[in-house]
């Protein structure tokens, strides 16, 4: 669909450039910013090997691409920061706070195996709020809500919840009693728990619920955990559940053992917008016979965006890993996906920005060859991360974001 709503894909010359990747994709009332490596724009080549001169490389990266669209970095509604060594946190947090003059933006961090080019220690990327829209939108000066409640553990780097316009991106939650600001006891089935406690009562403390997530990602320390994890999700989410992606972590904050990322719809909009003109907004949960069976849904629609869960490379017929080696299964990923976002009338140049997990960063030329034969037009933002594990074994998992011109409904 692209008749209503423009996606604009844009490059700046003060930010690196990619073959497979936009650097920026607006759409509607969000600009989706490509992972930023510490890489000098004018050599391109990764800068020094201290921590915090990449991390700022990085955000400088990421500045250049938001000024380079006339924002500012308080513009940021969510950062994703994915790093080589946990420990490195602090160091990097220096620097990330001296980017930001207002309220901070919501966050992840996540210690993952590897980054593509192999002296990276960070990679960084964004979420920008667009308040004048694409076109043919007109501008609407809408205003960023950031919020914290005191019945969820509280971050000096990030905010609970960040929302705009119709979507709340909050902070990855971790397994932190929030009254003694700990770590809970127990395995990976209490942690779990509290970490989904946690984005509950972040919900309620804006008025949502739990049935108003559109998509989660689950960084688990041992990807074998996943299905413990799964049952304690199935008591949070008993009628529906959201788009899902799992991604294996080398480390998460604090040595916890499982970390949990949301999306959530806003239908009430953020000011000036008018509750009444927006809370009836419909999230569309879909899945087709052609892709892969799953517990979770394949694509959740709300308002301007869909968000695909993550596609590992099996066979729908067969829901087995396809033959070959990493090519053929980037293949059936995209498959995948394609398979999805046309079965919700769509086509895969409305995608705005894909997240690739791969078990050996080394493919991703190999990856890359398939990849690009999927898009016609002006690729998505992406974001690549070498993990130590994929679900099922595979080599390869990729999820996607896409753009929704037509909306979704209001309720009946």
């Known amino acids: 669909m692209s008749g209503v709503i423009i996606k604009n894909s844009r490059n700046t010359e003060n930010a690196p450039k990619s073959a497979v990747s936009t650097q920026t994709v607006a759409f509607s009332h969000y600009n989706n910013i490509s992972a930023q490596l510490p890489i000098n724009p004018k050599s391109g080549k990764i800068i020094g090997n201290d921590v915090k001169e990449q991390a700022k490389q ?59 080019m192999n002296d990276a220690l960070v990679q960084m990327d964004a979420l920008i709020s667009n308040g004048e829209g694409t076109a043919p939108q007109a501008p609407c000066a809408l205003i960023k809500v950031s919020r914290n409640t005191k019945n969820a553990p509280k971050s000096s ?103 949990i990322d949301t999306v959530i719809s806003h239908g009430d909009g953020t000011p000036p917008q008018l509750a009444e003109d927006t809370r009836l907004l419909v999230i569309e949960a879909n899945n087709t016979e052609n892709a892969p069976k799953s517990s979770y849904s394949h694509t959740v629609a709300f308002s301007h965006y869909n968000h695909i869960s993550g596609q590992l490379p099996l066979d729908p017929k067969t829901n087995e890993i396809v033959a070959g080696g990493v090519k053929e299964q980037a293949e059936q990923c995209l498959k995948n996906i394609k398979a999805i976002v046309e079965s919700v009338d769509h086509d895969m140049d409305d995608t705005v920005k894909i997240n690739i997990q791969l078990k050996n960063i080394a493919d991703i030329d190999a990856v890359n060859e398939v990849y690009t034969t999927f898009f016609k037009g002006d690729l998505p933002a992406r974001t690549v991360v070498g993990v130590s594990a994929i679900p099922m074994n595979a080599l390869v998992q990729i999820d996607a974001v896409l753009s929704n011109a037509e909306g979704t409904p209001p309720a009946l």
């Open 58 to 116: 990085c955000l400088n990266n990421i500045k250049a691409i938001v000024e380079s669209i006339d924002h500012v970095m308080d513009d940021v509604v969510k950062i994703n920061v994915f790093v080589k060594n946990i420990s490195d946190i602090d160091a990097i947090d220096e620097v990330y706070a001296t980017f930001f003059q207002g309220s901070r933006p919501t966050r992840t961090t996540v210690a993952v195996a590897a980054l593509p």
């Open 157 to 259: 780097v990030s905010k609970q919840t960040v929302a705009f316009s119709h979507y709340n991106n909050l902070s990855a939650q971790l397994p932190i009693d929030p009254k003694s600001g700990e770590v809970v006891t127990g395995g990976v089935k209490e942690q779990t728990e509290q970490c989904l406690n946690n984005i509950k009562a972040i919900l309620e403390s804006i008025d949502h619920v739990m049935n108003d997530v559109v998509k989660t990602t689950i960084f688990l320390k041992n990807i074998s955990d996943i299905e413990a994890v799964n049952e304690v999700c199935a008591k949070f989410f008993p009628n529906y559940v959201p788009a899902r992606t799992v991604v294996s972590a080398s480390a998460l904050p604090m040595d916890a053992l499982v970390q």
